[in-house]
């Protein structure tokens, strides 16, 4: 059973506020982030924009907000509806899950560290590269891609009859999860309820990215097994704008605690059967 310590974590922003509940703000390089709350078009509500400056190769923008000091939730499921950004600058958007300090404790010039889904927009904004849905692991300032080897898994526009990429004129759903070293990510257009499709990394066609994180040593850094949850945005070659909505994330069952119900029930169906032989 979880925890009754840890609970579900929320925040639709309709407050006009992100101090209740508390985020903290990621606003390193001196380069002008905000924190914002105009109206979601789609119901009259606010949401919550993030903005930084694009910066240098050596000052890259960068930009986040996330619940630090909150409750640490190791397995997860996180939504945020995304409903806006400038398609002509390239950047990368979208959720970080189990959220480290940067190194030191404090925030800095580095990243903090964790697992990020995000959509990046490189070819609207500049017509090199493509559109593609990522998973990424944060270690000591440097994003790491990782889509477990399959680089061409999320590209949009890449494979024929997979869903046009998404744009800021329509508003998108990101879901994101993890269940110990495996993590997956969608994108579900919410004009119409189902998750988009892109490549699978082989040609073919899927609705979601997966990748896994061995950890040291034959990893990206250390396997992160816990931490706190939020928003997070880098420069691709311009200035990072999305206007995000609707937060959430749900601990899930542990997968040790999975296979312990599992167990349990085995056993009380023997237990069951039993009975009825005697």
């Known amino acids: 059973m979880l925890s009754p310590t840890i609970q579900a974590q929320s925040d639709n922003f309709n407050d006009g506020n992100d101090t209740t509940p508390a985020w903290t703000h990621y606003a390193a390089g001196g ?3 905000t924190f914002t709350f105009p109206a979601n078009p789609a119901d009259a509500t606010s949401a919550y924009r993030i ?3 694009a910066g240098t ?8 907000s996330y619940m630090l000091g909150g409750p640490e939730i190791p397995d997860f499921t996180i939504t945020t509806d995304l409903i806006d950004w400038n398609n002509a600058s390239s950047q990368n958007m979208g959720v970080m899950a189990r959220v480290q300090a940067p190194p030191g404790g404090v925030f800095g010039a580095s990243f903090p560290l964790g697992y990020a889904l995000v959509y990046a927009n490189r070819f609207s904004a500049t017509g090199g590269g493509t559109d593609q849905l990522r998973l990424y692991k944060v270690v000591a300032g440097t994003v790491g891609f990782m889509n477990n080897g399959l680089g061409g898994q999320g590209q949009f526009g890449v494979v024929a009859g997979g ?3 998404p744009n800021p004129t329509n508003d998108y759903q990101l879901v994101f999860t993890g269940y110990g070293n495996v993590f997956t990510g969608q994108i579900i257009d919410k004009s119409t309820g189902l998750a988009m499709t892109f490549n699978n990394g082989l040609g073919g066609l899927t609705d979601r990215i997966v990748a896994s994180d061995p950890g040291v040593p034959s990893g990206f850094g250390p396997l992160y097994t816990t931490g706190t949850y939020g928003y997070f945005g880098f420069v691709g070659a311009g200035a990072i704008d999305p206007t995000f909505d609707n937060f959430s994330v749900v601990p899930e069952p542990s997968s040790l605690t999975i296979a312990g119900l599992g167990l349990a029930g085995f056993f ?5 059967r039993l009975k009825r032989s005697l």
Not at 268 to 272: P, Q, Y
């Open 31 to 33: 380069l002008g982030q």
């Open 268 to 272: 009380a169906w023997n237990t069951r």
């Open 57 to 64: 190769s050596i000052n890259p923008g960068r930009v986040g």
């Open 163 to 165: 869903s046009a990429p």
């Open 51 to 53: 903005t930084s400056a």
